[in-house]
Every structure is written in C-alpha cells, then in structure tokens.
C-alpha cells in the first residue's frame, strides 16, 4: 500500500474502533509499515496518532474498558434510575456515555443490547420504560422517519411500544405526535410497507435507470427504500448484493 497522510489516519481510526492495540510497541510488531509511514509523514507516530483524533496517552496504556467496568457502569445507572435506552446513553457525556460507545468494540460486547444483558437487564425493557419527554419523542420519531422506518401506528407498537405509548401520552394522539415531528399523519398512514422481494426490485429498478446505488446516494435519494433494505437485511450492502447490483466504482 502507498501511504499517505488521509489513509494513516483512515487506518488508525479504523484500528482505534475495533479495539485494536495502539501502542507503539503493539504496532510495530503487527504493523511496522503503518508505523513508518506514520513517522514519516506526521514527524512521529504519536503525532500521527493525535492528529488521527485519538488520546495518544490512552492507547499507552492498558484497555481503560473492559467487560467488568462497562456492567458496574450499567448497574449504577440502574440503581440511580437512569434512563439506559440507546438514544439516551450516547447523549450523555459521561462515564456512562462512554461505557456506552466502548461496549460496541468486538473484544468487549459488539452491541449495548449485549451489555445490558450482561448486567442482567431485559434491553426490551429498558426500550419500554424509558424516560420519554415531548422533545424526545419528537426526535425520535424524525430520526425514524429520516431512515425510512414505517412509522403507522401498527408498525410502530410492533417494533417500539413504548415509543408509541410515551407519543400518546405525551401528545394526547399518536397523530397529534406525528404532526409535532412535522410528519404528515395521512402519509405516514400511505406509507409503502415493505418485504425483501420488493427491496431488491426497486435496488436493480434504481439502477437499470443509470441512478446510483450506493449507500450514500441511496439514503439521500430515497429513505424509504434504504430503511427498508436495512431492516430487511442487516444493511444496503447486503441488500444490493441479494439484488445482483453492483455499484459503479468511482472515477479516478
């Protein structure tokens, strides 16, 4: 590989979020090259690391995360009656917060879901009995839509009843919640409801019509279908490969 400064630190901050060793003495063993090239562009491979984002005196040091810390975290949000729903933990900009984002490496949980049930909670109950405010609810419910997430009320109390329980309740209506989300209630009712086969007809439709189909293009093109392919199928990746589609490789 040619390096240069952009992809040194693409790299390290790939490395850096699916928990990899960081120290000098850790990539030197693993990946002399990347080290080198770092020093070489950056002046020392420190440098390197900062200028990638990351807390270089962090990676000299032991894991600060491990299993045990990230459950002792979750069990004294538990006991203080913290709100322990995703959207709620990554908000916060404490140790919580940051328990929360380090569960997601591959060496401790993977998932929050995974952290939670380590701590012996239900993640379908603490989604329930979170905390719900009308700001709350009306975020929640644009960022749904903004992902193509079919929002009628029958779709929604199958996929997140306390959601649609806290939209009642806060706003008297689920439609009178929608509209506060600056969604239009008979649209959402409308809305295309969607199975695998259907995704991948209109992935190859996309591209038969010389549109793009990548992800990016795909989510600011055309929510609902992107939504649709992530739920369906982990993600638009997986979905345009199901369809046979390949997207055009970009131009040099």
Not at 90 to 106: C, I, M
Not at 211 to 219: E, H
Request: a positive charge; one cysteine or more.
């Amino acid at each position: 590989m040619v390096w240069n400064k952009q992809r040194i630190v693409d790299e390290l901050k790939k490395l850096y979020e699916a928990g990899k060793p960081l120290s000098y003495n850790a990539m030197t063993r693993k990946n002399q090259s990347l080290v080198s090239a770092a020093a070489y562009h950056f002046g020392s491979y420190s440098r390197a690391v900062t200028r990638s984002g990351i807390d270089y005196t962090a990676v000299t040091r032991r894991p600060r995360w491990s299993k045990a810390t990230i459950i002792a975290q979750i069990k004294e949000a538990k006991r203080k009656g913290i709100d322990l729903h995703w959207s709620s933990v990554t908000q916060r900009r404490d140790e919580l917060g940051k328990a929360a984002f380090a569960s997601l490496q591959p060496r401790l949980f993977g998932k929050w879901e995974r952290a939670l049930a380590s701590a012996g909670l239900d993640s379908e109950e603490v989604c329930r009995y979170r905390k719900w405010d009308q700001n709350s609810v009306v975020s929640e419910l644009k960022e749904l839509s903004s992902n193509g997430q079919e929002l009628n009320s029958g779709a929604l109390q199958a996929q997140d009843p306390g959601l649609h329980a806290a939209a009642v309740r806060h706003f008297g209506s689920y439609d009178t919640a929608l509209r506060a989300a600056k969604l239009d209630p008979s649209q959402v009712r409308r809305r295309k409801s969607w199975t695998k086969e259907q995704v991948m007809t209109e992935i190859r439709q996309v591209a038969r019509g010389g549109a793009k189909v990548s992800d990016l293009s795909i989510r600011n093109a055309n929510a609902a279908l992107y939504g649709a392919a992530v739920r369906l199928f982990g993600s638009f990746a997986k979905a345009r490969a199901a369809a046979g589609v390949t997207p055009k490789p970009k131009k040099q």
